[in-house]
């Protein structure tokens, strides 16, 4: 029997739509988003404020699904080693959180990762494809880790003129 191989996903943007809700804080804020820019036209020092702001509402626990993910993932993991991998960790109890979502929305995984190098993370585990929504990660998971499939959902804030040979699918 042949070994399964490995496929990394991320969960914000790929799995959970994280976007319509962080909008939705800014705008009650005053602020509306910027939708070409993942740091949704925020400075990165007031980007990371909000970020922890939005973070004490607890949303790992309540953000909603992506249309299909579930079933998408879960086919996956018939024929491949699921791993997610998510910054999530560095938020308010953001590990303890996600896994109670991830097991309550029952998507099949062999482990989940909390880290915010997802280069390294795809290299040490040759994954085979990764599965992102973040230009900047997808560039670092395809230099530290070249032979790697990176699918990119396409999003107004991961446009580019290169060609990095990313695999573009639509949500």
């Not at 995984?109 to 280069?119: A, V």
């Not at 032979?147 to 396409?154: F, W």
Request: include cysteine; aromatic fraction near 12%; charge should be negative.
């Amino acid at each position: 029997m042949v070994e399964k191989q490995n496929v990394g996903i991320d969960l914000d943007g790929v799995v959970y739509n994280y976007d319509t809700p962080f909008d939705e804080f800014l705008l009650s804020k005053g602020i509306i988003s910027v939708k070409s820019e993942y740091s949704c036209g925020l400075l990165k020092e007031k980007e990371i404020k909000f970020v922890m702001e939005f973070a004490e509402y607890k949303p790992h626990l309540w953000i909603p699904l992506l249309p299909r993910a579930v079933t998408s993932v879960n086919r996956l993991s018939q024929i491949y080693n699921i791993f997610l991998v998510t910054a999530r960790g560095s938020f308010f109890n953001g590990q303890e959180d996600t896994i109670q979502k991830i097991n309550q929305d029952k998507i099949t995984y062999n482990k989940i990762i909390f880290s915010c190098l997802k280069g390294e993370v795809a290299k040490n585990l040759n994954f085979r494809i990764f599965v992102e929504d973040h230009l900047k990660n997808a560039i670092d998971i395809k230099e530290k880790s070249p032979d790697t499939i990176i699918y990119l959902v396409d999003k107004e804030h991961n446009q580019c003129n290169e060609n990095y040979g990313f695999i573009r699918v639509f949500g």
